[in-house]
Structure formats: C-alpha cells, structure tokens
C-alpha cells in the first residue's frame, strides 16, 4: 500500500520570504499522479498543483513549485514570495494512474506566514 | 457556477441515531467521494463511486453507508454502528477521465455527537 509521510507538522516564514513544505512517500509503482493541496481556515481543499510522474519536469504554478525527485520518492512544495493568504494547512497526496484513483494523503504541515 | 455543495454546514447525532449528509455537484463529474478528517490526521477514503448506481468501500467504510443513485448527488449516511463519528467530512469529486484529473472538493460538514 502506498503511504505518504509529511515529517513538518508545522513551519512558518517571512512574509515575502520562500519556504518549502516536505513531501516522501512509498509507492512500488512507476505510474503515479502527486499533488500538493492547500486547506485554509474555510477548511474547504484547494489544488495548488499536480505533478505526473512520468515527466521529470518540475511543475510550476506561479508562485509555487515542486521539488520532484522520482528516485528518492520525494515531492517538495516551494511557496516564493510568502503572503499572507498562504497560510493554511498544506497536505500531499498520491494518486496511482490505474486502479481506483483512491488519493492518499499525508498527515499535513501548517504553514504561518509572519508579517 | 459550478461546484460542490455539502450541507449541512454542521450537523449533530443523538445516540443511536442515523444521519446523512448531502454532497451534489454540479460539475457533470463522474467520479465523487467521500472523506472523513480527524485532528492531526489527513483524509481518509470513506467510500467512493465512479459511476451511477456503483460504489466501492474506502479505507474506513465500517459504519457508513452510500447510494448513488444520479450522477450528481452521492449521500453519506453515518450509521450508528459508527462509534466515533465526531470529524470533519468532505466531498470531492473528479471527472473520472484519467488518475491525473484532480478532485474538486467540497465546504465540508462538520459532525458532532450530541
């Protein structure tokens, strides 16, 4: 079964300053969808961004970026420019590309944003 | 505009009582889900449908039951064979076109027990 392992449960930074979230899991497939999704105080979930395994280019967002690292099974996300409207709960999720399209989910990091 | 609507917003349960929660969505999605959060946890897969008038169990489907019976609506209802229901419950669906679609979720609905 796969597993998903978010090792920050909180962080913060510096308005205007970069972070990056940590994102492993543990999967024995080679076909997989990773994503980064974003919860508010709404709590309502938002997709920040989405990355397909089988392209060894990062995804990009504005100002948000992924770290993929297919090797070491690893998906940071990278916020630029911190605003205050980032902060939230940020979880990862994997999706495998057959099967089910079941999401599973880390256990989320709580990113503070300082002004 | 289209989207997901849970309701209700909050919603308590007597002892040994059942109660369900609504999820429609107007985005023609195939694909819809359900997902229950827990403090410090991630969400976990209730049940899912992929298409009308089928559903398979989640991760945690003991004491939770679905129907889907149109393609825009996929109820929850919380049995009282579920023990600890208190959690925050959230819809989502996708298009069902490929794993890579991302899914749409919902405002949730916040469950407590009376």
């Known amino acids: 079964a796969q597993t998903v392992t978010q090792s920050q449960p909180e962080m913060s930074v510096q308005e205007a300053e970069t972070v990056t979230l940590s994102c492993t899991y543990d999967t024995s497939e080679s076909d997989y969808y990773l994503f980064w999704y974003k919860q508010p105080p709404s709590r309502q979930m938002i997709l920040v961004i989405r990355q397909e395994a089988y392209k060894q280019q990062n995804a990009t967002e504005n100002r948000f970026s992924v770290n993929f690292q297919k090797a070491a099974k690893s998906f940071s996300l990278k916020i630029s420019d911190s605003q205050l409207g980032d902060a939230a709960m940020y979880f990862c999720?994997?999706?495998?590309?057959?099967?089910?399209?079941?999401?599973?989910f880390g256990t989320g990091t709580r990113l503070t944003i300082i002004p | 505009d289209g989207g997901i609507t849970q309701s209700p917003k909050y919603l308590f349960r007597k002892e040994g009582q059942n109660v369900t929660l609504s999820c429609e969505q107007n985005?023609?999605?195939?694909?819809m889900y359900w997902y229950r959060q827990d403090p410090g946890q991630g969400l976990r897969l209730i049940y899912y449908s992929q298409i009308v008038n089928d559903f398979q169990k989640g991760d945690i489907a003991e004491g939770y039951s679905v129907s889907r019976e149109k393609k825009e609506s996929f109820p929850l209802t919380v049995t009282s064979a579920q023990k600890n229901p208190t959690a925050f419950y959230l819809c989502a669906s996708s298009s069902g076109q490929g794993a890579g679609q991302p899914q749409h979720f919902g405002d949730g609905t916040r469950l407590s027990i009376l």
């Open positions: 999720a994997y999706r495998s590309a057959s099967g089910n399209e079941k999401l599973t």
């Open positions: 985005l023609n999605h195939d694909a």
